[in-house]
């Protein structure tokens, strides 16, 4: 439908800063741990120590008498907890195998009993209380997934690799490696479940209410109707909180058992083995190019490890297949099982740990070629996606690497390794592409149009922190000319029509459009009131030649002075309200998105300071270019770039979870232990969007932003720290001791 | 954790007399506690005594109260301008969040992060349950120590503050049911051997009241270098504590002390004695690193220390010379 409505302030677009920022400055958001019910009581896991292996006994007789112990759960005494049907996409769990199960343990820190309590004091002791004894195993948790003797398979085939890899003229041949990393979102998991007859009530920390409550429904034996999931506010997930964890349906069980509402909060020790975490990854890399810098031949064997009870694949290939111009390519990938908890997708999820491998063997060719780094990858540009023969939809690849080497100064750049100094620094200077996947889904929204001047849309989808509460609003804003104090917009709940789930960078591009519909519907439904109310100061007019603007009704050869307030229309015509509700499709089944290869394109350019004295390295500038559609608010836009950036620093320089290979424990799970960027080690960050409109995606020409700017980082400092100090990092992070082997010893 | 009783104690005579464990700040022993490491059954709080100044003495070294916070020591204008070293070893320190809370006699108590002895599963931890062996042997120990470790304990003595105060040849005061005595730094603290659990020279119910540094050496330059791997919020993987004079290019006073890589604030009488009279030149200063770090004994993943160690202390002697 066409909009009928001006858009005044020109809304969309512009930096405005988030509806939501008060109530989370001021300490009034409701996240899920922050909901206490009358006669609430708490729940404590109690987790193995082993991670492999029986439960031989479990002796709960102390912690049931301890003070204020309601019930102590374990596999002896739990009711059935119904598994999930297996790739159901609508009901999606993390962790297939159900909690409590059987006395079988598959990892460090598996729960093996839950404590519930009067106080969260009582039910902590009462778990230290609990007396476990096993029947341990030898856990593997090794690092090295090679030598690996399973079945590969083939993600994507073109020409013939081998024999245009053995004929290059020019070939890198490496593997390369990523770690574990733990998702570690500030606000812990949580969930807070409470029954009320056969019907519970989740105040949940998800990045997906809907699949939340259809899972839950699932492995409760219930009747969807029966579960409604409430989030309204999350305190970040990366991925982490995407499905349902095993503590989730513990304390709906629970609560079933004690009839009193059950609070669960995952702690952050605990977040570092039973909720998920970038999968460690082992990528070979055959490149190879003709003299002159072409490409002619690309293989990628990537292998991930997962869990013993699921196959989790981080799709290392995501990329791969599309990024270059190259005839013969080939990708496969296999899985390694560990006795590690469930894998689960984190910002970026294959791409990611997929381009540091591709983008630093990409670094290693220019460097074979004698070739600049971004001449390699502009040579090599791809007209079409030539894994399946599709057009981009927009890709500005391109444009992103001129602009980005212009930025950044690339042309000042001296590519003998540590030819560069600043302030008796020697400077390493990086650089790589990225890209991302551009989707969009279905969604479902209402809008409505109040007596009382207001105007509401509500989505079950929620704002995972990104801002979506704001870009419902900026679209609220640009239909009804009202200011963001006349718009509500209720997210994170799931009596409220179906949205997405948040992850894929797809919430935006897919939102956009349902509550553009719905609000349409809506302001159209007003114009015809306002046309046929008797006695109402526009009756009679053609509803056709009505407009909304500055919340006033008016006709369009007039001002909007000239018009109505809407509410007085709706009070004139009796009416509480109008609304109209919006769904729409996803774009697989839209003709116009049908056919055409989506996806955002970045560079990523780095800039580190090598001390070589001290073999002290510090990541100091990075540029970055995004092409990722048309932004709708680059002030939430640039704030997702900016913290992938720094997440980038974490993950090519800090961040690992390291197991125990004796017993398999993840062995720093703390924000101690567990290095992750902090202020000071943030460089400074130069963020550009190109603000290229995508229309095959949706009619506003959004796609998202919240991974993409994850994606290139670490091959660009990679990249950066060999040109600084001569060592090639195959395997992230890159460690004081890897730079200890640079032959250089002064600046 | 269990329950514990909880007074507060109003006079320093009062808290040395008392059956308990004393809490400053809290930052270490109430984390532990929450770990179940610790667990005391009665805690005196002293946050409350009269020992939070700092006070040039008439010698002209300073007195500094056990309850002077690290941040109010480390912006202190005194200790900014004559024991640089210490000021710069508290604020490389921990977070503004814990340095606002920690006391200096907190801080010299502090215990280590060693991942092994914060987690009770682990029944192997001589530090914890003496002879029982020791889990980071063979386990996850890049962070551990490298000097005056033994088949029982290689655990980081985690503090930066003790490593500038060793540099310093500070002296620790404590009042307990004896009465009181003084322990030079260098004796305070003690080599894990087979009894990793006694860490320090302090007798039940002594209580640190002050701690006292010897006036500066006015021709001194003093030199705090700490590395790791992110540039704020983490230990030292080695850190160095310098105090030099020179005169005609030579060396006349030297106190080097290092962290992140001894079981206890790590002073280098080697280093010392390989530099005193030579001239401050990087080939002296590398010797002095070499006899450093010669009984290094490095364990499966924290090799890397010995050479960075090395460094660490060449850098920081050359900016004491320079
Ligand atoms: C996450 C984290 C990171 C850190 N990073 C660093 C770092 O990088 N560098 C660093 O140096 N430190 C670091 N620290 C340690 C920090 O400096 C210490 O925790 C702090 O100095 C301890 O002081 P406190 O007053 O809080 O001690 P408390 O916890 O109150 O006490 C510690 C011990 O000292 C005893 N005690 C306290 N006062 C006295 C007294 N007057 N007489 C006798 N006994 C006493 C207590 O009984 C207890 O055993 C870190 C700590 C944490 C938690
Ligand atoms: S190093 Fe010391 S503290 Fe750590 S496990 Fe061994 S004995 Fe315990």
Redesign the interface.
């Known amino acids: 439908m066409a909009s009928t409505t001006a858009s005044p302030h020109g809304i969309i677009g512009r930096p405005v800063p988030r509806i939501d920022g008060p109530l989370k400055t001021t300490g009034t958001a409701q996240y899920a741990a922050d909901f206490h019910l009358p006669g609430m009581v708490f729940a404590v896991p109690v987790q193995a120590?082993v991670a492999k292996g029986t439960i031989r006994s479990l002796d709960v007789t102390a912690a049931q008498a301890m003070p204020g112990v309601l019930e102590v759960l374990h596999h002896g005494n739990v009711e059935r907890i119904y598994r999930a049907v297996p790739n159901d996409p609508n009901a999606t769990v993390s962790e297939t195998r159900p909690p409590l199960e059987d006395n079988r343990i598959y990892y460090w820190g598996q729960y093996v009993a839950l404590v519930v309590a009067e106080t969260l004091?009582q039910a902590?002791?009462a778990a230290?209380a609990v007396k476990a004894e096993y029947s341990a195993e030898t856990p593997q948790v090794s690092g090295e997934l090679e030598p690996f003797a399973g079945t590969w398979h083939t993600v994507s085939a073109r020409g013939k690799v081998d024999e245009a890899f053995d004929a290059a003229a020019v070939k890198v041949d490496q593997t390369y490696g990523t770690p574990v990393e733990t998702h570690n979102p500030i606000e812990l998991h949580a969930t807070v479940a409470a029954w009320a007859g056969d019907t519970v009530t989740f105040y949940e920390s998800t990045q997906g209410v809907v699949n939340h409550r259809n899972a839950m429904a699932q492995i409760l034996g219930v009747p969807r109707e029966n579960v409604t999931v409430i989030t309204k506010f999350l305190g970040s997930g990366f991925g982490g909180k995407l499905f349902p964890w095993p503590h989730c349906a513990l304390a709906a069980v629970a609560s079933r058992r004690v009839q009193r509402p059950v609070k669960l909060v995952v702690t952050r020790t605990m977040m570092f083995s039973n909720v998920g975490h970038r999968p460690l990854t082992e990528q070979r890399f055959r490149v190879g190019a003709s003299a002159d810098g072409k490409l002619v031949a690309l293989r990628q064997d990537a292998l991930n490890h997962t869990s013993m009870v699921d196959n989790f694949d981080e799709g290392c290939g995501e990329a791969t297949p599309y990024l270059y111009s190259v005839p013969n390519l080939t990708v496969t990938s296999a899985l390694v099982q560990r006795n590690v908890g469930s894998p689960m997708a984190m910002r970026g999820p294959g791409a990611v740990p997929g381009l540091f491998a591709m983008e630093s063997a990409m670094d290693e060719l220019a460097v074979a070629l004698k070739m600049d780094p971004v001449e390699l990858r502009l040579k090599n540009d791809a007209s079409i996606d030539e894994s399946n023969g599709q057009k981009f939809s927009s890709r500005h690849l391109r444009e992103c690497l001129e602009t980005g080497s212009a930025k950044f100064g690339w042309s000042k750049r001296t590519p003998a390794v540590g030819s560069m100094r600043r302030d008796g620094k020697v400077l390493g200077w990086g650089m790589a592409a990225a890209s991302w996947g551009a989707y969009r889904f279905g969604c479902s929204t209402t809008v409505e149009l109040g007596a009382d001047g207001k105007v509401r849309a509500r989505c079950a989808t929620q704002d995972v922190g990104t801002g979506l509460y704001t870009i419902f609003a900026q679209v609220l804003a640009e239909k009804t000319g009202l200011p963001f104090e006349r718009i509500e917009v209720l997210l994170g709940d799931t009596t409220m029509p179906e949205g997405p789930l948040s992850g894929g960078s797809w919430s935006t591009a897919t939102v956009l459009p349902a509550v553009a519909g719905a609000a349409d519907g809506a302001i159209a439904s007003l114009l015809q009131i306002a046309a046929s109310t008797p006695g109402a100061k526009l009756e009679g007019a053609d509803a056709k030649t009505l407009r909304l603007t500055e919340g006033r009704v008016h006709r369009a050869t007039e001002s909007a002075a000239q018009g109505v307030p809407f509410e007085t229309v709706l009070q004139a015509a009796r009416l509480n309200r109008v609304s109209a509700d919006s769904t729409s499709g996803s774009a697989f089944e839209d003709p116009k998105a049908k056919g055409l290869s989506m996806h955002s394109f970045g560079a990523q350019f780095a800039e580190v300071e090598w001390e070589p004295?001290?073999?002290?390295l510090?990541v100091s500038r990075v540029v970055t270019v995004i092409d990722a559609g048309r932004i709708i608010n680059p002030r939430a836009g640039a704030n997702q770039i900016k913290g992938a950036v720094v997440m980038g620093v974490g993950m090519a320089?800090?961040e690992e979870t390291?197991y125990?290979?004796?017993n398999g424990?993840p062995?720093?799970g703390n924000l101690?232990?567990y290095?992750m960027?902090?202020?000071?080690?943030s460089p400074e960050i130069d963020v550009t969007f190109l603000d290229y409109p995508d229309y095959a995606l949706n009619s506003y020409g959004a796609r998202g932003i919240g991974e993409i700017g994850l994606a290139g980082v670490a091959p660009a400092i990679a990249s950066a720290v060999y040109h600084a100090t001569g060592v090639r990092v195959r395997k992230l992070p890159i460690?004081?001791?890897d730079l200890?082997q640079s032959e250089m010893r002064e600046a | 954790m269990q329950s514990f009783s909880y007074s507060k104690a109003q006079t320093v005579d009062q808290a040395a007399g008392m059956d308990g464990r004393f809490i400053g700040g809290g930052t270490t022993l109430v984390d532990l506690m929450k770990q179940g490491v610790e667990t005391p059954k009665t805690l005196v709080d002293i946050t409350g005594l009269p020992l939070s100044s700092v006070e040039t003495l008439p010698d002209g070294g300073l007195k500094i109260g056990a309850m002077v916070r690290n941040s109010d020591l480390a912006h202190h204008e005194t200790v900014k301008a004559q024991y640089a070293v210490l000021s710069e070893a508290l604020l490389s320190g921990a977070s503004p969040q814990l340095r606002n809370m920690a006391t200096t006699g907190g801080n010299l108590l502090q215990r280590t992060r060693c991942p092994y002895f914060r987690d009770t599963s682990y029944t192997n931890c001589s530090k914890r349950n003496p002879g029982s062996g020791c889990a980071a042997i063979g386990g996850h120990n890049r962070m551990m120590a490298i000097l005056g470790t033994s088949e029982d304990c290689i655990a980081t003595h985690p503090s930066d503050m003790c490593v500038a105060l060793t540099a310093l040849e500070a002296t620790i005061h404590v009042q307990g049911p004896k009465g009181d005595r003084a322990i030079a730094i260098a004796d305070f603290y003690k080599l894990p051997g087979t009894t990793p659990n006694v860490e320090n020279a302090l007798e039940p119910g002594e209580l640190i009241t002050h701690v006292t540094l010897p006036a500066p050496r006015k021709a001194s330059k003093q030199v705090y270098l700490k590395l790791r791997d992110r540039a704020s919020y983490e230990f030292a993987l080695a850190s160095a504590a310098v105090v030099a004079e020179t005169s005609g290019g030579h060396i006349r006073f030297v106190r080097v002390a290092l962290g992140g890589v001894g079981t206890r604030p790590w002073r280098s009488h080697e280093a010392e004695a390989a530099l005193m009279g030579k001239p401050a030149t990087a080939t002296h200063f590398r010797a002095a690193a070499e006899a450093a770090l010669k009984e290094a004994k490095p364990q499966s993943e924290n090799g890397f220390k010995v050479e960075l160690a090395k460094r660490c202390i060449v850098r920081a002697l050359t900016t004491a010379t320079a």
């Open positions: 120590t004091e902590t002791a230290a004295g001290i073999a002290r510090r320089m800090l390291v125990d290979p004796r424990q062995i720093n101690a232990d290095l960027a902090t202020c000071a080690d460690r004081i001791e200890l």
